[in-house]
């Protein structure tokens, strides 16, 4: 994904339940990930005051979900 985000990528442990809870009975397969690129200074905004993601990161994550489709799907 370096073609998306400009560097090397990694995994980063995803704790939370997220959505996934709606998807338990449809599938035992179910991958959290969020595709973002965080410094520790913004993991405080988390499910805080003022939650949000910057408009790089809105578009880098929807170009990473498009990427990820067009090479699963097609």
Do not use: Q
Request: charged letters at 25%; one cysteine or more; hydrophobic letters at 40%.
């Amino acid at each position: 994904m370096s073609a998306i985000f400009g560097a090397a990528t990694t995994e980063m442990l995803m704790i939370g339940n997220t959505d996934t809870k709606h998807y338990w009975d449809v599938t035992k397969n179910i991958y959290r990930f969020s595709a973002i690129n965080i410094d520790v200074k913004d993991v405080g905004m988390f499910h805080g005051v003022n939650e949000r993601v910057s408009t790089e990161n809105l578009l880098n994550l929807s170009r990473f979900y498009e990427d990820l489709i067009e090479r699963v799907c097609f």
